[in-house]
């Protein structure tokens, strides 16, 4: 693109040969209070916008912009350790019930910076999420992976969700695709016509977006830093079914089943 995009993003892919691209790598400036697009992989993207830096104490001008790499990927990182579950503990009657919640990731952005700096706040993330995924998890969450931190995992639910997200957005034909469509409708025909090479079809994609919130956020230099989008995949409910066939009801008579009735003759005492 003639002049470059905004942030500076220039993705590549490290899988061209086969066509599908694993991950793609670009730049994003920390500096740069506008929303800045990520690399888009497997119909995934979006926009990342930071928050302003905190200054160093013996700094007597404003931080200088900072050019951050970043790689997009559908594939979990080598540097990062698998996005593990999480156990919910839900009370029913006296009891209580352990419930692992499992969490499927579908798309990691790894930031590693040229030298340290520190963040006021979390970046804030949109990510243009591939229709199909909304119909196999109920929500979604973002986790980040920090190396500094002493346990070697992800921590979950880092921000809030932008409850402003909009609804589905589908992706428009190509101008040729409609070109063609509205050329063949005007002049109908029994022959048929000739048409041009297939082109991709475009992934409908919705925004799911991440409030930066108030927690700062180091990173140091040359150090992969790794954020995690991830659905979360329901545990099936117990059934009223199965209730039902674990505590059974009683039928009318079994009341009197169960404790019978001594008869009169055997109850009576003779009197003498």
Do not use: C, W
């Amino acid at each position: 693109m003639p002049g470059g995009s905004p942030g500076g993003l220039t993705p590549q892919s490290n899988n061209s040969s086969t066509g599908a691209a694993a991950s793609a790598t670009g730049t994003v400036t920390i500096g740069n209070a506008s929303p800045q697009p990520l690399p888009s992989v497997a119909g995934y993207g979006g926009t990342i916008r930071f928050p302003a830096p905190v200054p160093q104490p013996s700094a007597s001008a404003s931080p200088a912009p900072i050019s951050v790499a970043v790689t997009a990927t559908a594939v979990r990182p080598s540097a990062a350790p698998e996005l593990q579950e999480k156990t919910k503990r839900a009370r029913k009657g006296a009891s209580e019930q352990a419930k692992a919640v499992v969490h499927k990731p579908l798309f990691y952005v790894v930031l590693n910076a040229p030298e340290d700096v520190t963040l006021s706040a979390f970046p804030a993330f949109a990510f243009n999420v591939p229709n199909a995924q909304f119909t196999k998890a109920t929500s979604f969450g973002l986790a980040l992976f920090d190396p500094a931190e002493k346990v070697h995992r992800f921590k979950l639910e880092v921000a809030e969700r932008d409850e402003s997200t909009p609804p589905p957005v589908t992706a428009s034909p190509s101008p040729a695709a409609v070109t063609a469509k509205s050329t063949a409708s005007a002049r109908p025909s029994s022959s048929p016509q000739p048409t041009g090479p297939p082109t991709a079809t475009p992934v409908p994609t919705t925004r799911v977006s991440f409030l930066s919130g108030t927690t700062g956020l180091k990173l140091r230099a040359n150090t992969s830093y790794v954020f995690a989008l991830y659905s979360y995949v329901p545990t099936p409910a117990p059934s009223a079914s199965s209730d039902a066939a674990a505590s059974p009801a009683s039928s009318p008579g079994s009341g009197a089943s169960a404790s019978p009735q001594a008869s009169p003759a055997a109850s009576a005492t003779p009197k003498r």
